[in-house]
């Protein structure tokens, strides 16, 4: 090839990094903290599991916790900050009003066992630990196990502002839903894998009450429905919650694919997905085979889990995963 291609080549290379940043993510390994904290993923699995021991919804607050964090400003423990009187930080969004705290409890405590020991001690993101958290929730859970890359340095900005308009909500059709995640170069297929999240976790019964009354919505099945108007009268007390997957609530499988074929999705974003045929045959395929849904899912995983990736001067190791160094 000629030398004025091959230039020109690097450009478009250099071009197209500069427009998609969620594809500058060559630097994360699995055996990136090797020397430098070579039992952290150990340490990590011990003291969530001691969280998840004493608080069990742990699991799918994590689990949330990552895809917020991942989602806005991508994976930096960027949504961990607390707001200053200066600075209202991503955690007081009002969507973020439902992050559940044991989340960012579960950060908390796997740094602080990080921390306790002496040559892990500064030297292992917020961001990271909360990496290999989400990854050993879903496997607490009976979820699969996947390998998690590692190598992400902590954000330097945090804003409520900066979360408008890249997280779905309960009301999403699949094309927000799609394109807010394909704006993070995550596939239609990603987003519907992803959304097999729901098998875990709770919904406050106001998100989907619209559903419920004046109307029941068609595609919802009336058995589900006539449930949740006794679980969730008109106007419950606004902290009520129920299982996001009513048949096997704890445990992280494909169920939710099944639900939504019955009609049994809770929220409108999660039963849209069987209504829309574009993604309904994904659905279908992740219902059908359960080793199927675990590969995709953790494939999925893995590709949110490069989002936004700062390394170098783009971030630093918090030591205290609330607040900026
Ligand atoms: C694709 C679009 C998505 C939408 C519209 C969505 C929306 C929601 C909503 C509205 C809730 C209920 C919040 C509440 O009532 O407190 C929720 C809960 C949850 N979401 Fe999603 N979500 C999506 C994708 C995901 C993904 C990709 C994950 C993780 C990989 C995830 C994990 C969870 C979990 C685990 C819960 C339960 C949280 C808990 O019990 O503390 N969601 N989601
Ligand atoms: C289920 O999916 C796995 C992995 O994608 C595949 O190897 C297997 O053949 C599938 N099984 C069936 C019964 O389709
Ligand atoms: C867990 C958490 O910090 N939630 C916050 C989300 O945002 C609201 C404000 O919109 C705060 O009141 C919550 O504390």
Same mark, same amino acid.
């Not at 952290?40 to 607050?61: C, H, L, N």
């Given at each position: 090839?000629?030398? @004025?291609?091959?230039?020109?080549?690097?450009?478009?290379?250099?071009?197209?990094?500069?427009?998609?940043?969620?594809? =500058?993510?060559?630097?994360?390994?699995?055996?990136?903290?090797?020397?430098?904290?070579?039992?952290?993923?150990?340490?990590?699995?011990?003291?969530?599991?001691?969280?998840?021991?004493?608080?069990?919804?742990?699991?799918?607050?994590?689990?949330?916790?990552?895809?917020?964090?991942?989602?806005?400003?991508?994976?930096?423990?960027?949504?961990?900050?607390? @707001?200053?009187?200066?600075?209202? !930080?991503?955690?007081?969004?009002?969507?973020?009003? @439902?992050?559940?705290?044991?989340?960012?409890?579960?950060?908390?405590?796997?740094? =602080? !066992?990080?921390? =306790?020991?002496?040559?892990?001690?500064?030297?292992?993101?917020?961001?990271?630990?909360?990496?290999? =958290?989400?990854?050993?929730?879903?496997?607490?859970?009976?979820?699969?196990? &996947?390998?998690?890359?590692?190598?992400?340095?902590? $954000?330097?900005?945090?804003?409520?502002? @900066?979360?408008?308009?890249?997280?779905? $909500?309960?009301?999403?059709?699949?094309?927000?839903?799609?394109?807010?995640?394909?704006?993070?170069?995550?596939?239609?297929?990603?987003?519907?894998?992803?959304?097999?999240?729901?098998?875990? $976790?709770?919904?406050?019964?106001?998100?989907?009450?619209?559903?419920?009354?004046?109307?029941?919505?068609?595609?919802?099945?009336?058995?589900?429905?006539?449930?949740?108007?006794?679980?969730?009268?008109?106007?419950?007390?606004?902290?009520?919650?129920?299982?996001?997957?009513?048949?096997?609530?704890?445990?992280?499988?494909?169920?939710?694919?099944?639900?939504?074929?019955?009609?049994?999705?809770?929220?409108?974003?999660?039963?849209?997905? &069987?209504?829309?045929?574009?993604?309904?045959?994904?659905?279908?395929?992740?219902?059908?085979?359960?080793?199927?849904?675990?590969?995709?899912?953790? &494939?999925?995983?893995?590709?949110?889990?490069?989002?936004?990736?700062?390394?170098?001067?783009? $971030?630093?190791?918090?030591?205290?995963?609330?607040?900026?160094?």
């Amino acid at each position: 090839m000629a030398r @004025s291609s091959l230039l020109l080549l690097a450009a478009a290379a250099v071009l197209l990094l500069c427009q998609f940043p969620h594809l =500058a993510n060559a630097r994360l390994s699995q055996n990136y903290y090797a020397n430098i904290c070579p039992n952290v993923e150990t340490i990590v699995w011990d003291a969530v599991t001691a969280k998840v021991k004493q608080t069990p919804v742990s699991i799918p607050a994590t689990l949330r916790l990552f895809f917020h964090d991942c989602m806005v400003e991508g994976c930096d423990a960027s949504v961990m900050i607390a @707001s200053t009187p200066n600075n209202k !930080a991503e955690k007081d969004h009002p969507i973020n009003l @439902s992050l559940a705290g044991d989340g960012f409890d579960t950060v908390i405590k796997a740094k =602080a !066992a990080v921390d =306790a020991v002496p040559e892990c001690r500064n030297k292992v993101s917020c961001a990271d630990i909360l990496a290999i =958290a989400t990854r050993d929730v879903i496997k607490m859970a009976g979820g699969p196990w &996947y390998d998690v890359e590692l190598g992400r340095l902590d $954000g330097l900005r945090s804003t409520a502002a @900066s979360v408008n308009g890249r997280l779905p $909500g309960p009301d999403s059709n699949v094309d927000q839903l799609t394109s807010l995640l394909a704006a993070n170069g995550l596939s239609q297929f990603d987003m519907v894998a992803l959304s097999g999240a729901h098998t875990v $976790g709770l919904v406050h019964c106001k998100l989907f009450a619209n559903r419920l009354y004046d109307r029941v919505d068609p595609t919802m099945n009336p058995n589900l429905a006539a449930q949740l108007k006794k679980l969730c009268p008109k106007n419950v007390d606004p902290n009520i919650a129920v299982a996001l997957d009513p048949s096997t609530p704890f445990k992280f499988d494909n169920q939710y694919f099944k639900n939504l074929q019955q009609g049994m999705g809770l929220l409108t974003s999660d039963q849209v997905l &069987y209504t829309d045929d574009r993604s309904r045959r994904i659905v279908n395929a992740l219902a059908q085979n359960a080793t199927s849904f675990d590969k995709y899912f953790t &494939y999925a995983m893995t590709k949110l889990g490069r989002v936004g990736v700062k390394t170098g001067s783009n $971030g630093n190791i918090r030591r205290d995963c609330a607040v900026f160094n």
